[in-house]
């Protein structure tokens, strides 16, 4: 058999994590902490960076891993860091302590390990993708659409450090994987990925076999045409392994908990500081040019397909098929001051009293009226998992080029795959850019915000 040659590239993490201790113990001298024993404080330091780094997965990041991700990394690291610091004073019983020392410590060591770990990523993105260091050969096995969109981000991020070397196509008779397992021997391929649906069981074991016995990384490429997305979760019941189709973050409890105070706090912020003087304004001009209220109540469909009232700043004359049709391009209903707010999508902030009430969310999967929920959970293939969460006043869809008249199935069906991402990737510094990205998009003005 033929094992791979070694690698440095093993060396980077223990290396990564070296740098970190040195910056969290040698920041420590900068301030007068009053500690009785600094080794003792070293000691505890260090030996606690490393427990939490593990649990935490601090250095699990990949080539591939997104920006976002490591923000949250970055964020749940310094925050477990900083109560095992403060405990120090408990634990070891040290008064003396100065709290606001400690407090300026953790800021400065912070702002250092931030620095260092996102320099270090961009870092070797620009080695991999101009000087083609620590890269990895990889090959593909089988051909349909999920294979060609690997191979096309192989070829065009050279960021992530993948060498795409050869496809293969492979029917299902016996031996003829033996080409493919000479080449992957003879050009020192270091990943082999394969599409699930194109090889047979026994291929399947074949293959995985001879890259456990030639320490080669096997990945399969599963064949969701008819899935949107899936983030697979994988849990023991006793000592039965169960995969669970779909894991949704705001399932689990201290994540609601954070997404509602979360919401709780922005909602009340807007309510308190913007609509408080805004809204007698623009009732005011509302009134001026059309008879009417100046809100508009309609019903939607929610968390668990529930129905509630959604509130906006009214923007069309009154008419009896607001509840039936969208706006569209050039729309008569749609009033003078109507055209401003709803490109400014002012016409949406009343939707924060949503918010503070538990109907909606600030982001989240924006609800539809109930007449096209109806249609469209007939008509679109996973509409319905837009409901295992609260809806939002934006969300990672609208932001995405997916905003204003559903026109034809494809903008739909767009907006449902961005939608289930979200669920299933939920973060709260995912709905930090989704609401810095709107408010852009808002100043800019968008094109289908009629």
């Not at 600094?38 to 593990?54: N, P």
Request: glycine share 4%; charged share 20%; aromatic share 14%.
């Amino acid at each position: 058999m033929a094992y791979r040659q070694g690698r440095y590239s093993n060396l980077i993490t223990p290396l990564f994590s070296l740098v970190d201790l040195i910056i969290i113990t040698s920041v420590i001298t900068l301030f007068s902490i009053n500690i009785t024993n600094i080794y003792v404080f070293i000691a505890y330091i260090s030996l606690s960076w490393v427990i939490i780094s593990f649990k935490n997965h601090y250095y699990n990041v990949k080539r591939h891993t997104r920006v976002v991700q490591i923000f949250i990394l970055l964020f749940r690291q310094i925050i477990l860091y900083a109560l095992v610091l403060y405990a120090f004073i408990g634990v070891f019983k040290q008064p003396n302590i100065s709290r606001l020392a400690l407090g300026q410590y953790l800021l400065v060591a912070f702002l250092l390990l931030a620095t260092f770990k996102f320099l270090s990523f961009f870092l070797l993105k620009k080695y991999r993708s101009k000087l083609g260091g620590n890269r990895r050969n990889v090959i593909v096995i089988g051909d349909n659409e999920k294979v060609r969109q690997l191979i096309n981000i192989f070829k065009s991020r050279p960021e992530f450090g993948y060498r795409f070397k050869k496809q293969f196509s492979v029917d299902r008779k016996i031996g003829v994987l033996d080409s493919c397992l000479n080449y992957i021997t003879d050009n020192d391929i270091d990943e082999i990925y394969f599409s699930a649906s194109q090889l047979s069981n026994k291929q399947i074991n074949t293959l995985v076999d001879f890259a456990d016995n030639n320490l080669r990384e096997v990945k399969f490429i599963p064949d969701n045409k008819d899935i949107f997305t899936k983030k697979l979760k994988y849990e023991y019941y006793d000592y039965i392994p169960i995969l669970s189709i779909r894991a949704i973050p705001l399932q689990e409890p201290i994540n609601k908990i954070t997404k509602r105070l979360f919401d709780i706090v922005f909602s009340s912020a807007i309510i308190l500081f913007i609509l408080s003087w805004l809204t007698p304004l623009l009732a005011i001009i509302i009134k001026i040019e059309s008879k009417g209220p100046v809100f508009f109540k309609q019903t939607r469909n929610g968390f668990n397909y529930k129905e509630f009232a959604c509130y906006k700043f009214r923007s069309m004359t009154p008419n009896k098929n607001a509840h039936l049709h969208q706006a569209t391009k050039g729309d008569q209903r749609v009033t003078k001051v109507g055209k401003f707010i709803r490109k400014t999508s002012i016409d949406e902030l009343p939707q924060f009293y949503n918010v503070l009430f538990g109907d909606m969310s600030v982001v989240g999967p924006r609800p539809h009226m109930v007449s096209h929920t109806n249609m469209y959970a007939e008509r679109i293939d996973k509409f319905m998992v837009r409901h295992f969460v609260k809806p939002g006043i934006t969300g990672l869809a609208q932001v995405s080029g997916y905003r204003g008249e559903v026109e034809t199935d494809k903008d739909i069906i767009g907006r449902v795959k961005y939608d289930i991402f979200y669920i299933e990737n939920w973060s709260i510094f995912l709905d930090l850019k989704i609401i810095f990205q709107t408010f852009i998009n808002a100043v800019k003005g968008e094109e289908k915000a009629y």
